[in-house]
Structure formats: C-alpha cells, structure tokens
C-alpha cells in the first residue's frame, strides 16, 4: 500500500524566510510520480510539480525548489524568501506510474498549513 | 483552455437526504475522478473512471455514494442517504498524460 506522510502539521514563518516542507513516502512499486500541490483558502488544487521516480535531480522553479531523495524516500520542497502570497495548504502526493494516457490515482498526505506573516 | 468545472460550489442538507454534485471535465481528459477532503485532512479517492468505464471504486461507500460517467464526458457523484460524516469537500479532477486539474471543488454540510 502507499503511504504519505508530511510531519509538519503546520508551519509559521515571517516573510522572506526559508521554509522547507518535508514529505515521506512509502510505496512497493519501483516506477512512480511524486507530486506537491498547493491549496489556496479558495479551495482550488494547484499543481506545482511532478517528478518521476527515476529522476532524482533537484528542480528549482523561482523561489520553489525540491530535493528528491530516493534513498531516505523523501520528496522536500523549498520556498526561498517566502511572500504572504505563499500562505496555503501545501499536499505532497505519490501516484503509481501506468500508462500516461489511462492516469494514475493518487495518494495524498495530509498536508501542511503554511502561514507567512509579514 | 477551461478548466474543470464543478456545481454547485456549496451545498447544505439535513442527514438522510440526497444531493448529487456534477462535474465536467477539461476536454478529451478521458479519466476523471471523486476525492472527498474532509477538514484537516488531504484528499481521498472516491472513484476514478477512464472514459465511462469504473477503473476503481475501492474507497467508494457504495451503501450511500454511487457515480455515472455517461458518454464517457460529465460526471454526477450522489450520496443517498447522507450521514453528519459526509461533510466535506468533493474535488473532481480529470487527467491526461499523467498530470491531475482539479476542480474548485463541492462543499457539502450535512446538519
């Protein structure tokens, strides 16, 4: 079975800090993706980023970076200088890799409620 | 490109009643899927359909919940009776090529 887990129920930090999020994952397959998605107070999920599991390079997106390590099963992720706009529920999720085309569900954490103040 | 579209956005009922939420996916996205959020917590699978077939419907509470995908395209998700339990959000995403558009999602309180 997989298994999320995201330790930091939730987060406070004052603008223009570092945070990092932290994700654990659990999964027998030996192909998968890992997601994080980002939860606005309006509700909507907004993908940020999708990583295969035989890709294990860091990827930084502006102020967003993540730190995949296989073999401690975490899938980290960085916001530099953090902005009050960053506040929101962040969701690490792991999905099993099928075919493309037929998708895949996905098994998300609980997330963790980031709090920028300024 | 229109994203995926989800009604009503909120929805109060007393416990024992019906109500059905719709959904309508991104275009040519041939899987679409039921996550229910409860408060607090991250999203769980209901359902997931590829085109108007049932490709999983393990977590689904089939005693109360049952979903359609006619024509492969719009879905309804409806829970008949409803318990104080069900109170949550029911997100619709569709998919293609791997990656998940979710929808702004049903808010459902049961009182």
């Known amino acids: 079975a997989q298994k999320v887990t995201q330790a930091q129920t939730e987060i406070s930090v004052v603008e223009k800090e570092d945070v990092t999020l932290d994700c654990v994952y659990e999964t027998r397959d030996t192909t998968y993706y890992l997601f994080w998605y980002k939860q606005p107070p309006s509700g909507e999920l907004v993908f940020l980023i999708r990583r295969n599991s035989f890709d294990e390079q860091n990827e930084i997106s502006g102020r967003y970076s993540w730190n995949f390590q296989k073999s401690t099963s975490s899938f980290n992720f960085t916001i530099t200088a953090s902005q009050v706009v960053d506040s929101a529920v962040y969701f690490c999720a792991l999905s099993e890799a099928r075919r493309e085309t037929s998708g895949s569900r996905l098994t998300f954490g609980e997330g963790t409620q980031l709090t920028v103040n300024p | ?111």
């Open chain 2, 1 to 111: 490109e229109a994203g995926v579209a989800q009604s009503p956005r909120y929805k109060i009922i007393e416990k024992r009643q019906s109500v059905a939420f719709w959904c309508n996916p991104i275009s040519g996205h041939a899987t679409l899927y039921w996550y229910q959020q409860i408060l607090g917590q991250g999203p769980k699978l209901l359902i997931q359909f590829q085109n108007n077939g049932v490709v999983d419907d393990s977590q689904l509470p089939k005693d109360r919940f049952s979903a359609e995908r006619l024509k492969g395209v719009d879905s309804t998700l409806k829970i008949q009776p409803a318990k104080l339990e069900d109170s949550a959000v029911y997100l619709c995403a569709s998919s293609s090529w791997g990656e998940l558009f979710f929808g702004e999602g049903s808010r459902l309180t049961v009182l």
